[in-house]
Structures are given as C-alpha cells and as structure tokens.
C-alpha cells in the first residue's frame, strides 16, 4: 500500500503564491509512478492540473494553469511539489496528490490519492 499525504495548503491572495508540498510513502512504492496534482472546487467535479513523471524530466499542465502553476517532484524523499503563481479567488478548494501510470494520471483514475489540503484565494 502507498500512503499520499498533502500539506502547505492554507490561505492566500489572489496574485500571490503558495507551494503545496506530497510526501509518498509505503512498502509498495513504485520509483517510476508518475505523480500529479488535482483540485475540486466548491460544488464542481474534482480536475486534473498537472502530472510529471518520475524522473521528473515531463510535465503536462491544464490549460487553465499553465504558465501559472508548476509541478516539480523530488526523488531522493519521494515528494512533489506544486507551486500556484497568481492563483485566483474562483481556483479555491481541496488540491489533491495523486500517484500512478501517466495515463492513469492523465485520466483521472490513478491508483493512489491523497486525502487533500484546503487553498483558499482571497480577492
């Protein structure tokens, strides 16, 4: 079994910044999952932001995000990182780690999530 945990959530202004932080742990761990992050926003369907790989040389954003949000991931601790640039008030809600295949990732379905960490964005 691997364990996902989130943290570094909490409140920030619209047009700061924030850096969330996963910490991937568990006997089953898999050095080649590629790892990503999702948000689920009051009253809407949880969304994919953005995956990397595991050697953290690949990353895919949603367009909503990209050139705003940056994933990153360090092996050495199996940990990720996303870091949300001018984050907007409408981006508030649960942000969740995820660890799996790529597709898996991309689709929505990985094997592993987190139980997520609260960003709210102040106007």
């Known amino acids: 079994q691997v364990s996902l945990e989130e943290s570094g959530g909490g409140s920030v202004q619209a047009g700061g910044s924030l850096r969330l932080s996963c910490v991937a742990s568990g006997a089953a761990l898999d050095s080649s999952a590629a790892m990503g992050w999702f948000r689920q926003s009051p009253g809407k369907e949880r969304e994919f932001l953005a995956v990397i790989n595991w050697r953290g040389t690949i990353t895919f954003y949603a367009a909503s995000v990209k050139g705003r949000f940056t994933i990153a991931r360090a092996n050495a601790n199996d940990k990720a990182y996303l870091y949300l640039d001018s984050p907007k008030p409408e981006e508030t809600g649960v942000y969740y780690c995820?660890?799996?295949?790529?597709?898996?990732?991309?689709?929505?379905?990985?094997?592993?999530w987190g139980k997520g960490t609260q960003v709210t964005v102040s106007s």
């Open positions: 995820a660890r799996g295949s790529g597709p898996d990732v991309l689709a929505g379905t990985p094997r592993y």
